[in-house]
């Protein structure tokens, strides 16, 4: 699989790989799962992020150190921002799980980190409090000016959560604020 991975180019064989992934033992899952991610032709394809996700998915809380270095390398958005939506469910359990993604997520070859934020608000939706990360502040100050109204949501949404400070009297002044976008 490993070999048909590298070497094919058809995206009907890399559609099959990755559907096949769930039949694999989990160690066998990363390789294959790595090569794939790699392939950036298909990151806005209809079925091949989410098949490639599901091929993973269960190895992810079973071998964290794989999945942030899948994160780290993906070329497709999705499956990074799942990885760190699954990684952050379990943020109760194996806090320094998401401290590696963090700190991951900042370096410069780290290809999608705001699908990390997006990931993040995801698996903490509805939540009212959780222990903030380590590696939070420095993460998220990447994103106080994004332009994307999604990120900006989710940082504010995240914030309030990590119980900062700064968000509720952010929070404020847009509701004192007739004029701000409901």
């Avoid at 943020?91 to 590696?100: F, N």
Wanted: charged residues 25%; glycine residues 6%.
């Amino acid at each position: 699989m490993l070999k048909m991975a590298n070497e094919d180019r058809s995206g009907l064989v890399d559609l099959y790989l990755a559907s096949a992934l769930q039949r694999l033992p989990n160690a066998d899952r990363w390789p294959v799962a790595n090569v794939l991610a790699t392939k950036t032709e298909f990151r806005d394809d209809r079925m091949f992020p989410s098949m490639l996700w599901y091929g993973i998915e269960s190895a992810v809380p079973r071998d964290s150190v794989q999945a942030v270095a899948l994160a780290a390398n993906s070329g497709i958005p999705l499956l990074t921002e799942n990885i760190a939506r699954r990684l952050t469910l379990e943020i109760e359990t194996q806090p320094d799980v998401v401290d590696q993604l963090l700190a991951a997520a900042q370096r410069p070859e780290f290809k999608f980190p705001e699908q990390v934020v997006a990931g993040m608000g995801k698996a903490l939706s509805g939540w009212r409090q959780a222990k903030q990360p380590a590696n939070w502040d420095a993460f998220a100050s990447r994103f106080a000016k994004s332009e994307r109204k999604e990120t900006v949501g989710d940082l504010q949404s995240l914030r309030l959560v990590f119980g900062d400070g700064r968000a509720v009297e952010e929070l404020k002044k847009i509701i004192d604020d007739g004029n701000a976008d409901a």
